[in-house]
């Protein structure tokens, strides 16, 4: 069993991704990124941009890895073939369709790096792998153990979710560690609730801001994996245990465990995008969705803290909207009721 | 000798420990932790492993003897073959309770 090796040397790699055929440097950049090196591929890409015109409108490709640890695996389903009779394949495949029109309606983002990026997606990852993830370059999902969660497309926030991570990557790219990796999980979490939310149409009040409620199995004594309205209080278990997330910065866990708690700490800015959007009502998307969007493109930075994602929210919404508008004292008195207070004009 | 496994991360984020004491196996199975302990320590360390899969699991496996401790981390995606198979087999023995 191989898994993410590669015996071509990452400088021939990076050579094949600058100067190979498409497929050769889809193969390359695919190898780069499977060892880890993202940041390599980014700058490689980032150097092709000048010579490649960006393909345009929605490519999906579905993958099967047949239960092996190996992406992407045996393509079962490209753009515009007919639905599958694997339900996995069908759903990585829409959900993917929801996210990318989610961004280019209503962020105006053309996929994943605003160059209309191919959206790939392998389903059927690992034997029976409670999770998903994204990869660098694309996304993966697990079956689920059947006892405590089931498949992992079955939520559409959770892919959401992980193409947001792509999204995350080719902006801010926040570090995956501590507090700027607590705010990439956030914008994760975000984006993938706000996917369900613009593919339901459902206001801040009639949303259930919840992620991953489609994939606990009944047996689970819970409602979901995570609340961005109520950190913590997702599930309470014998199995899984207690929802660890906290709601304001008084309870942050220092913990050195998931790579400093970045799916535990990002309950805090989940709130306070919650109650952002929830001052302001109406939909989410609309105004804190492109509040937090603009402060991931334009202001974030790979060392940004909390207090970072406060101050860029708070001045974005003051550009926005105007000084003093609802959406700027909305955004403000969020991050106040998480504690993260914004200095200044107030 | 005690090896322990902590899984962290993950989409979900739950924390998983799973840990197997020689002194509750029988010696075909504490010589197979032996040889994985044996085979562990022998492998090479890696270099640095760069930007890791978002929402990867996080390994940090433990080895315990009376001359001391020593915990080797890694992220989903770079796990050396020997950590993974002393993964699997303290997963796998230690049971699903874990």
């Known amino acids: 069993m191989t898994r993410f090796c590669s015996i071509v040397p990452p400088h021939v790699l990076t050579q094949i991704a600058r100067n190979g055929t498409e497929r050769q440097r889809d193969r390359a950049l695919r190898a780069i990124s499977a060892s880890g090196r993202i940041r390599e591929r980014r700058q490689i890409l980032g150097s092709m941009r000048f010579g490649f015109t960006p393909c345009g409108g929605l490519r999906r490709t579905v993958f099967d890895a047949g239960r092996l640890q190996a992406l992407p695996g045996t393509r079962v389903r490209g753009e515009d073939d007919v639905a599958v009779e694997d339900v996995d394949v069908n759903e990585a495949y829409d959900g993917a369709g929801s996210t990318y029109d989610f961004f280019r309606e209503a962020l105006n983002r053309n996929s994943i790096d605003d160059q209309g990026m191919r959206l790939d997606s392998t389903v059927h990852y690992d034997v029976d792998m409670n999770n998903a993830f994204w990869d660098g370059t694309q996304m993966a999902y697990g079956d689920g153990d059947g006892e405590l969660f089931q498949r992992f497309t079955a939520s559409i926030d959770v892919i959401g979710h992980e193409m947001a991570h792509g999204v995350t990557q080719d902006t801010a790219d926040l570090e995956y560690r501590d507090q700027p990796g607590a705010l990439n999980e956030s914008y994760s979490d975000v984006f993938g609730s706000l996917v369900k939310q613009w593919s339901l149409k459902q206001t801040v009040d009639e949303a259930d801001w919840l992620i991953g409620q489609e994939l606990l199995m009944p047996e689970v004594s819970g409602v979901a994996l995570r609340s961005m309205k109520a950190p913590g209080t997702a599930y309470d278990d014998p199995v899984l245990g207690k929802d660890p997330q906290p709601d304001h910065m008084t309870k942050f866990d220092t913990t050195p465990l998931d790579r400093g708690g970045v799916h535990i700490n990002s309950g805090i800015p989940n709130r306070a995008f919650y109650l952002t959007a929830s001052f302001i009502g109406g939909y989410a998307w609309e105004a804190a969705g492109r509040i937090w969007y603009a402060a991931l493109t334009q202001r974030l930075r790979r060392d940004s803290q909390f207090s970072d994602a406060a101050e860029a929210t708070v001045a974005v919404a003051r550009e926005l909207f105007g000084e003093t508008s609802s959406e700027e004292d909305a955004t403000r008195d969020a991050w106040a009721q998480v504690g993260v207070p914004v200095a200044g004009l107030g | ?98």
């Open chain 2, 1 to 98: 000798m005690r090896v322990t496994v902590v899984r962290s991360g993950g989409f979900a984020g739950i924390t998983r420990t799973a840990s197997v004491d020689d002194a509750d196996l029988s010696p075909e199975e504490a010589q197979k932790m032996d040889e994985l302990v044996g085979a562990l320590r022998s492998s090479e360390r890696r270099e640095d492993a760069g930007d890791p899969r978002r929402d990867g699991f996080e390994y940090a496996v433990t080895v315990e003897t009376n001359a001391g401790s020593q915990t080797i981390a890694a992220g989903d995606a770079d796990v050396p073959p020997p950590l993974r198979q002393q993964i699997d087999w303290v997963t796998a023995t230690a049971g699903p309770s874990g």
